[in-house]
């Protein structure tokens, strides 16, 4: 199997690029220069006039970041307005019953820590699909820098949303929210991330209705559990020749439902 051409994204650089000053040793010739890095800021969450995280983040999507953080860690519903000033990103949103309780910080980034429910999708999609989303997570931002994460949103095997971000999570975070202010069916998308898929990035897909996650790394026995308990097809490991399912393998046309990995049983056959 091999990688498909990624499709076409326009990156937005704005703010999150600086260059800073380094010392270069190159085949034992040691030269002081110049290097691009990263920009990251302190972001502020505000759901309904109240405070309610604070991230480290690229500055920008900053609206995306807001609409989907409040939707995904299931503090609110239905978004009805986002505006951003400065750093404080202000939502208005319909909040769940007692669902205003803390953000707590884990290798996902922040989060609740709270599922909503099992996700409800009737998606499959071809083992093609799986190199295509891999394919699709190259960013100019981690070209440039080598200091960035990237996630990617695909609808009907198309390429609707991209994020890079100095956080994994706040990638994810993005991309979710643009497709919440654009009207885009979650329950019929592909989430494809860099970055490993604990238990509270699993979380954050799952709450947002997104039935199948794709990454270039693996998971955690805790995030495979929580994929499974959540209804979400969860896939890792992708390379060149094959990939590992850890969880719902039936959203995947061809493969054969098994017993999940993290619970003993056999996985199933990973080679395309």
Same mark, same amino acid.
């Given at each position: ?92 949103? %319909?909040?769940? /019953? ?6 707590? #910080?884990?290798? *996902? $980034?922040?989060?609740?820590?709270? +599922?909503? !429910? ?13 190199? %295509?989303?891999? /394919? ?6 981690? #070209?440039?820098? *080598? $200091?960035?994460?990237?996630?990617? +949103?695909? !609808? ?34 592909? +989430? ?81």
């Amino acid at each position: 199997m091999v990688y498909h051409f990624p499709m076409t994204w326009n990156e937005d650089l704005t703010d999150t690029l600086d260059t800073i000053r380094c010392w270069s040793s190159e085949r034992g010739v040691v030269r002081e220069t110049e290097q691009e890095a990263c920009t990251e800021e302190v972001v502020v969450i505000v759901l309904n006039n109240r405070p309610i995280s604070t991230l480290v983040a690229s500055p920008v999507q900053l609206r995306e970041l807001g609409a989907r953080f409040v939707v995904s860690e299931g503090l609110a519903g239905e978004i009805r307005d986002v505006r951003v000033q400065g750093l404080t990103v202000q939502v208005t949103a %319909t909040e769940r /019953s007692g669902s205003l309780h803390s953000i707590i #910080e884990s290798c *996902g $980034g922040p989060t609740s820590g709270t +599922l909503m !429910s099992p996700v409800q999708s009737s998606l499959v999609i071809d083992r093609e699909l799986i190199f %295509t989303v891999i /394919s699709n997570i190259v960013s100019e931002l981690w #070209e440039r820098t *080598g $200091g960035a994460h990237c996630s990617v +949103l695909f !609808s009907g095997g198309e390429l609707v949303a991209k994020s890079s971000d100095i956080g994994r999570h706040n990638t994810v975070d993005k991309v979710i929210g643009r497709a919440l202010l654009n009207g885009i069916d979650l329950s019929g998308c592909v +989430l494809g991330c860099t970055g490993r898929q604990p238990s509270g990035m699993i979380t954050k897909a799952a709450n947002a209705g997104i039935p199948v996650v794709i990454s270039k790394a693996a998971t955690t026995r805790q995030g495979a559990e929580t994929a499974q308990r959540a209804g979400l097809t969860l896939v890792g490991r992708v390379r060149q020749d094959g990939f590992c399912v850890y969880s719902h393998p039936e959203r995947i046309a061809g493969l054969v439902p098994g017993n999940t990995p993290y619970s003993g049983g056999s996985a199933p056959d990973s080679q395309g």
